[in-house]
């Protein structure tokens, strides 16, 4: 199928190339040419509409195929064009992208030229209408062959729709979301996400705009194969609601949760608020979640189009020992493992800072605790352990040296930060915080998620699987993770912020830059 398209290419062009030729030659000649019944070749050919300025359209006709018929001839060769091109515009000038590009022009011309036939000349020439039919097809064929091949690293559509998503999100949708409360914006999103992720139709439509996964963007890690590294990190979906449309949207993997044994409705509200001037949200969810039971039922069945992770913390609640809590997290890592969710990872988060009591499980000794239990479990899946980064590198490295003697299979740099000298938050900005609960996502935890990775990297090499999590908003965020150490990244922030294009472009960006 592939080859015959390719091969059509060439063919279509050269019948449009010989019926363009031949009104040509005969119009040179001063010629109407013959023209079956029922067709009046004359007034069309001698009509004021023939001409465009005083090229004749003919002779349009003739460029538009000679260009097509030596395009459809580098595409058969396998020669790409883009390489002859300035830098900025490589990624979106590949052959197929021309000859795509050319098509569309050619069917509107054609569109046109068949309105003025039908109602202001009211007469059908033969010769314009096989050449009619020729751009059509030639529009679909090349069409088809584009759709096939999309997700190669040139992929124009692509790239036009996210710039223009990206735009539209930035200077229009955006400024009116952040009028709402966040949380309300959030449901809604869950909302819609839910309802998009429910047809194979919107699935399709979705990841033909927003994901991009290429043979290179693809890695493999602890046995699971992640078309692209770009994550969706734990609390965005935290009860698996989208779990069918974050591959579609761009996300090479996700994680639902955190989720924990019991239920819990969430810390009082407001649970949620916006920095924007320091490009961060303020959380104070303190781990909301429907429950273990509730979320593995909900999720059994599920067929998700990419790595799921569930991500496990002990329940927001007072517990009387740490035996009780630890077991509270086992209930939870138990219910999973029972379940038939189709999950490939599991994340411990211990580093949430919105949850009774703080963080219980970032000292090393209740951390030994808590793994040595975790090992008994023999848990079926990879094991990534969620740290803190507000800690000191000594106290990072001794966290480390535990998990180190565990069945830990990778880390994830890091939570929220609740470090209220943070230097990425500005003056006002620290004032808003300062009357508000919660701890920092975004910007403020860039920097100093980068140093741990970097910290992990030169003192463990490569013993654990590094996720890089906090402030990627776009490629050069995402790259400087990539570079201080991380094999695998995740985001919440950078999408609320910049839109849901954007892992989709950074992976197209990254691919390219790797090229
Ligand atoms: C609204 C929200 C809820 C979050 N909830 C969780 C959670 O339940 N579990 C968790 O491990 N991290 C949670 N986080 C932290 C994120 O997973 C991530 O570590 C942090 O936001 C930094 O990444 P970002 O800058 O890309 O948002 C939450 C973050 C946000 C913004």
Request: some cysteine; charged content about 15%; hydrophobic content about 40%.
């Amino acid at each position: 199928m592939k080859l015959f398209l390719l091969l059509l290419h060439v063919a279509l062009p050269l019948i449009g190339l010989t019926d363009a030729g031949y009104i040509t030659f005969e119009e040179m000649q001063g010629i109407i040419p013959p023209c079956g019944t029922g067709f009046d070749c004359g007034a069309v050919l001698l009509s004021k509409y023939s001409h465009i300025g005083p090229i004749p359209v003919s002779i349009l006709g003739l460029l538009y195929y000679a260009t097509l018929l030596i395009l459809g001839s580098l595409l058969l060769l396998e020669i790409d064009v883009s390489k002859w091109m300035p830098k900025k515009l490589r990624a979106y000038t590949s052959t197929q992208q021309l000859y795509t590009l050319i098509t569309s022009f050619g069917l509107l011309f054609s569109m046109y030229l068949v309105f003025i036939m039908a109602v202001l000349i009211k007469g059908w020439c033969l010769y314009c209408l096989i050449s009619a039919v020729t751009s059509a097809t030639l529009f679909f064929v090349s069409w088809k062959y584009f759709r096939m091949t999309q997700n190669s690293p040139h992929s124009l559509l692509k790239a036009v729709s996210q710039k223009t998503i990206g735009f539209l999100y930035q200077n229009i949708l955006k400024r009116i979301l952040f009028l709402v409360d966040p949380e309300a914006v959030h449901n809604q999103f869950t909302f819609f996400g839910k309802l998009l992720g429910s047809f194979a139709i919107t699935r399709w439509l979705t990841s033909i705009v927003f994901s991009y996964n290429s043979a290179t963007t693809a890695v493999v890690k602890d046995g699971i194969l992640f078309p692209n590294k770009m994550g969706l990190c734990a609390g965005f979906d935290y009860n698996g609601e989208m779990a069918r449309i974050l591959g579609p949207v761009g996300f090479g993997w996700h994680t639902i949760g955190t989720v924990t044994y019991q239920p819990y409705e969430g810390n009082p509200k407001p649970r949620l608020g916006r920095l924007p001037n320091s490009k961060a949200l303020i959380v104070n969810k303190g781990l909301k979640t429907l429950g273990a039971k509730e979320v593995a039922r909900r999720l059994t069945g599920v067929q998700f189009t990419v790595p799921v992770g569930i991500s496990i913390a002990s329940t927001n609640a007072h517990f009387d020992s740490d035996q009780e809590q630890i077991m509270d997290i086992v209930k939870g890592f138990l219910v999973f493992e029972k379940s038939h969710v189709n999950h490939s990872y599991y994340e411990l988060n211990i580093s949430c800072p919105n949850t009774f009591g703080g963080e219980p499980f970032t000292s090393s000794a209740r951390l030994e605790q808590l793994l040595t239990v975790t090992d008994s479990l023999q848990l079926s899946k990879p094991l990534y352990i969620k740290m803190p980064i507000d800690q000191s590198e000594k106290e990072t490295l001794q966290l480390l040296a535990v998990a180190d003697e565990h069945n830990v299979q990778g880390v994830i740099f890091g939570n929220l930060t609740k470090d209220k000298n943070n230097p990425a938050v500005t003056p006002e900005d620290r004032k808003v915080w300062k009357s508000r609960k919660g701890n920092l996502s975004g910007r403020p935890t860039f920097a100093r998620s980068n140093a741990l990775i970097k910290l992990t990297r030169d003192n463990f090499y490569d013993r654990f699987t590094i996720i890089g999590c906090g402030g990627i908003f776009d490629t050069a965020t995402a790259q400087a993770k990539l570079d201080a150490g991380a094999d695998l990244l995740q985001m919440i922030t950078g999408m609320v912020f910049n839109g849901p294009q954007v892992m989709g472009t950074i992976n197209r960006e990254l691919d390219l830059k790797n090229k």
